[in-house]
């Protein structure tokens, strides 16, 4: 077992109360040594935490010249990760082995049925109400090195990563629950590896 999974495996489970019973210093120290071992895999970084907004902490640092953060809300662990660049599109990589091709319903005058999902390659998705920034996903997808895409499809699972959102300023990959990272079995290597892969795909459109 890993040294995080170990750690993390106390308040892993989503019916536990042991994290949410710790005091916010205990927390603090917990987040604090884990996001200075995932500095050790960057160029360099550094750890703010603000006392006057207790409740989150932060990563800042560099990978491959890129800037990057992570925020962990120490209520309950939720992280998501940035890394900032100017890409030239908006679009949002969504992973699921089960997702089917969807077309917007134009006769719904309630718009409650108006999401397009477009399916790319092994498990990976685009779905958004905007034609456009489905298209602009499409084109970003097939312009990328199949080794990139390879990487991000293996990425995905393997981090149990749930989106890569892609905008003009940064790229956002996110864990939007404690359990999603906790519970693999090296949530350090999940988190690096969800850095890894938004510097690679941030190279590869910066503009």
Sequence with gaps: MSKWKEKFEPYADEDSDAWSDLEN??????AKEFLEDV??????????????????VELRGKLDDLPVKIEV????????IYTKVAASAYFCLNYSLDAKEKEADEDDDWGDDDEIRKVLDGGI???DSDQE??????????AMPDTLKTDIKAAFPYCSLEKIVVRTDEIETGYWSKENFMST???LASVSGALSISA????????
């Design 185 to 187: 079995d090296d949530p």
């Design 25 to 30: 210093e205990e927390k603090l120290v917990v």
């Design 133 to 142: 920034d489905i298209d602009a996903g499409v084109a970003a997808w097939t």
């Design 73 to 80: 809300d120490l209520d309950d662990f939720a992280m998501e």
């Design 125 to 127: 998705y685009l779905e």
């Design 200 to 207: 690679k795909l941030g190279k590869h459109l910066a503009v």
């Design 39 to 56: 500095g050790e895999s960057l160029d360099s970084f550094k750890i703010k935490f603000d006392e006057d907004e207790d409740d989150k």
